[in-house]
Every structure is written in structure tokens, then in C-alpha cells.
């Protein structure tokens, strides 16, 4: 067993790949993105049960409205249905859902799912759980600068009052420690305009596995992966920060 600190505390997950494992079977791409589901439940199950604190799940971002309206519009459906089939079950497992990203610019029946969902779990103690939807980590910035602005303009803030902490304090994932591990599926190795803030110091994990292929051992690799680093966050070597698996 790997000594308890070596669990990140906060996951972020770029669940990427399944438009391609659809393709490879002659589905189509909503298709892809219903089989990813079951992935999702796992990760939720595996974090819930190791005692890990939060994870975030990009599920669709800003630039993701650039697609074909019928697989957006696919994509919505399944977000609606995924969240009546699966809010009991995590309800019951005292997770606190949450939702980060441009609300307003999805589906009114996808925003009342949300708002209940979130109203629901609200008080659970359990993993604290993020789904990234019409999220972008430039979207956040500039709505937490807009925010700042505004408490500025009325004069409960001064412009030189604000640091990083006001600052992180403004964003969608306030409260809530920096992403300790960033895993990213499907084999692209980038940020796609995920947690640019909070994602700073994150251990970075790219796997080729495409996101509905994704299983417990895959999962366990990144905590492994995870569990062997150096965190420096800047220290020098011989001094460092905090090595993980110590
Ligand atoms: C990720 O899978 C899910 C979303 C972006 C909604 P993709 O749909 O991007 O799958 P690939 O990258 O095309 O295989
Ligand atoms: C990132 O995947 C977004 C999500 C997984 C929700 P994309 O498939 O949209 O990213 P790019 O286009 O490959 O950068
Ligand atoms: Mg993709």
C-alpha cells in the first residue's frame, strides 16, 4: 500500500476518445459519448471508496459548441438523462455535485436538472464532485475578473487588494484545493482550455486509452503514476515541497 499522502487530493479528469472508439465501431459519436458513461460512474466510485476529496470532470467545453448541432444536441439529451438516471446513486453515496461553467447557455431542461441536482446533494460530506459543462478555464478567468471588477466599481474592494487568493477566491472551483493530478485520456497531449488556474502545479497523465475503454487498472496506473512524483512547486531538488510518495 502507498503511504496516505500519496493520494492526490483533488482529480481532474479530460474524458477525451469517444468520438473516436465510436467510430472505430461504425457508432455514431453520441453513441461514444453514452458508452463513456459507464467510465464516468467508475471514476466516481473508485474516488468515493479511496477517500479522495474532489474530482472534476471536463464534460463539455466552450469550444465544444463548435460541433455539429446534432451531436451537441445529442450531448445535452445525454447529460439530462445520465443525471435522472444517476442522481439517486450518487445522492446516495453523499456526493456533492456541482456544475462550473456558462449555465446560461445550456438547455433549460438541462439547467432545472442541474439546479436540483446540485440543490439535492448540497449537504452530502462525500467526494465533492465537478462536471465541467460549457466550461472553459479562459471563461472562468474572466468571469471571476468580472466579478472583481464589480466589487471594485462599487467600492467594496480596492484594486490592490486583490491576490492570488482573492483572486481563486472569484473562480468556479473556489474552496476546493488545486488539482493535485490531471489525467487526460484519448491520447492528445494538451490543456484544451481546461483549469488553467487551478491546474498550475497539477502531475500531468496522458494516456492513449480512449475514454470508454478506460478501466479500473488504467485508473489505478495515474494514481501510480501519481504516487511516484517529486512535487517541487518551485523548491529546488534536494529541498523539494512535498515528494509524494515519502
Ligand atoms: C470527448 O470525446 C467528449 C467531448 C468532448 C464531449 P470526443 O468527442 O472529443 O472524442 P474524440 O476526441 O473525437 O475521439
Ligand atoms: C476536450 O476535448 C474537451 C472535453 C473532453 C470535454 P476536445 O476533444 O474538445 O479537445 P481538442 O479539440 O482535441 O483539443
Ligand atoms: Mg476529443
Not at 446516495?92 to 436538472?113: M, W
Not at 470508454?212 to 494514481?223: C, K, R, S
Request: aromatic share 8%; net charge neutral; proline share 4%.
Amino acid at each position: 500500500m502507498p503511504p496516505p499522502d500519496a493520494k492526490p487530493r483533488h482529480i481532474a479528469i479530460t474524458m477525451d476518445g469517444n468520438g473516436r472508439w465510436a467510430a472505430a465501431r461504425g457508432l455514431t459519436r453520441v453513441a461514444g459519448h453514452k458508452a463513456g458513461l459507464a467510465t464516468v460512474r467508475m471514476c466516481i466510485e473508485q474516488c468515493s471508496q479511496r477517500g479522495i476529496e474532489a474530482l472534476t470532470l471536463f464534460a463539455f467545453s466552450s469550444e465544444n459548441w463548435r460541433r455539429p448541432a446534432e451531436e451537441v444536441s445529442g450531448l445535452m439529451t445525454l447529460f439530462v438523462e445520465a443525471l435522472d438516471k444517476e442522481i439517486d446513486e450518487l445522492h446516495a453515496k453523499a456526493v456533492h455535485v456541482r456544475f462550473i461553467g456558462e449555465r446560461r447557455t445550456l438547455a433549460v431542461r438541462l439547467q432545472a436538472r442541474i439546479a436540483a441536482a446540485e440543490e439535492r446533494t448540497r449537504a452530502n460530506p462525500g467526494l465533492r464532485l465537478q462536471v465541467a459543462l460549457s466550461y472553459g478555464g479562459r471563461w472562468d478567468i474572466v468571469q471571476a475578473a468580472q466579478k472583481l471588477a464589480q466589487q471594485c466599481s462599487s467600492g467594496a474592494l480596492a484594486a490592490g487588494e486583490i491576490d492570488e487568493e482573492r483572486f481563486a477566491d472569484a473562480l468556479s472551483l473556489a474552496g476546493l484545493p488545486e488539482a493535485d493530478l490531471l489525467i487526460r485520456t484519448g491520447g492528445e497531449q494538451r490543456i484544451s482550455n481546461f483549469l488553467l488556474w487551478e491546474a498550475a502545479y497539477a502531475e500531468l497523465y496522458f494516456t492513449p486509452v480512449l475514454w470508454p475503454e478506460f478501466a479500473l487498472a488504467d485508473f489505478e496506473a495515474a494514481l501510480a503514476f501519481y504516487a511516484g512524483r517529486e512535487r517541487r512547486f518551485g523548491a529546488s531538488a534536494s529541498a523539494p515541497a512535498r515528494r509524494v510518495g515519502a
